[in-house]
């Protein structure tokens, strides 16, 4: 069974400083892994995706997440925050197609509540 | 290219009726993930479909719950006398496909359900 840890509940920070949202997983085989973002009483963003390749992937709104098969890591990263930045973000993963059942099933954390600070 | 659409956005019934949930994934997708969300909670899977079959309703309560993607029309979540339990965000996402590339899935906004 796949999983997905996200074990921060929520992350401060101030605005202009680094932001990191910490995403850990567990799947058979490697994995796809993916940050949605959640603005209240919004669905779900697409932020951005490893799929394979390069370890560092660049999304939207000037996010990026490194990928880290040693420690099962997938962290959010932002050079400089934003207010506007601040939302709830899901980390999800989902195992390569035709890996076995439920190999489409997207498992998502639980959640992390970004609040940037003025 | 229209999102994901859902609707209605907000759904009020009370206990014992029926709730249908409507989603029209984006242009040239077939795939359709419905996904449930509590309060305080992530996103859980409930049911994959492809146009007129359902690949995998592993996260469909055995009861009560259906779901059906025509060949005309949208994907349709339905929910027989609901209870209280069934209050939820429930998210239609879709996607290209389902392997390759082109895996990522777009969400709808969402159908919010309270059941009074």
């Known amino acids: 069974a796949q999983s997905v840890a996200q074990p921060e509940d929520q992350v401060n920070v101030a605005e202009g400083n680094p932001l990191t949202v910490k995403c850990t997983y567990s799947v058979s085989g490697n994995p796809y892994l993916f940050w949605y973002v959640q603005y209240p009483n919004r669905g779900l963003q697409f932020l951005l995706k490893y799929i394979t390749g390069d370890n560092l992937v660049k999304g939207s709104y000037g996010f990026e997440a490194e990928f880290n098969k040693s420690q099962t890591s997938f962290h959010l990263k932002k050079p400089s925050a934003l207010v506007s930045d601040s939302a709830l973000y899901f980390c999800a993963v989902r195992a390569l197609w035709g890996s076995g059942a439920g190999s489409y099933q997207l498992t998502f954390g639980k959640g992390t509540k970004l609040s940037v600070i003025p | 290219n229209a999102g994901v659409m859902q609707n209605p956005r907000h759904l009020v019934r009370r206990r014992g009726q029926e709730a249908r949930l409507r989603c029209s994934p984006m242009k040239g997708h077939s795939h359709v993930y419905w996904y449930r969300q509590l309060p305080e909670e992530g996103l859980k899977f409930m049911v994959y479909l492809q146009k007129e079959n359902i690949i995998d309703e592993s996260g469909m309560p055995k009861e009560r719950f259906s779901a059906e993607f025509p060949k005309e029309g949208p994907s349709i979540l339905r929910i027989q006398q609901v209870v209280r339990g069934d209050s939820a965000a429930y998210f239609c996402?879709?996607?290209?496909?389902?392997?390759?590339?082109?895996?990522?899935?777009?969400f709808g906004q969402g159908t919010r359900l309270t059941v009074v």
């Open positions: 996402a879709s996607s290209l496909s389902a392997g390759g590339g082109n895996t990522e899935a777009f």
